[in-house]
Nanobody
Framework: QVQLVESGGGLVQAGGSLRLSCAAS????????MGWFRQAPGKEREFVAG????????VYADSVKGRFTISRDNAKNTVYLQMNRLKPEDTAVYYC?????????????????WGQGTQVTVSS
């Protein structure tokens, strides 16, 4: 079993920055894929960014490309999401997800483990 714990959410003004962290514990794996998703009130959960543990290949949703950066620290079993130039429409609960196999997927059903989520609120 893998446990994922997100942190770093909060309230920020538009144009500001936040860095989310996702610490993995339990039966962690050196391969596989990590992803960040978000869910705004009344909307479906959507893919934000993904990264391969080995090699570091990344993929981003068009809505965050150029503003968000996903990275990982293999030694710490931690994945980060650096969010810059935040907009009110980025307001959502952000979830970290892990996939046992290698391959970045944009669909939540392709991920095996999930964190509890962290709230990000961007005020205008």
């Amino acid at each position: 079993q893998v446990q994922l714990v997100e942190s770093g959410g909060g309230l920020v003004q538009a144009g500001g920055s936040l860095r989310l962290s996702c610490a993995a514990s339990g039966r962690t794996f050196s391969s596989g894929t990590m992803g960040w998703f978000r869910q705004a009130p009344g909307k479906e959960r959507e893919f934000v960014a993904g990264i391969i543990w080995s090699g570091g290949l990344t993929v981003y949703a068009d809505s965050v490309k150029g503003r968000f950066t996903i990275s990982r620290d293999n030694a710490k079993n931690t994945v980060y999401l650096q969010m810059n130039r935040l907009k009110p429409e980025d307001t959502a609960v952000y979830y970290c997800a892990a996939r046992r196999t290698i391959g970045i997927r944009r669909t939540e059903y392709d991920y095996d483990y999930w964190g509890q989520g962290t709230q990000v609120t961007v005020s205008s």
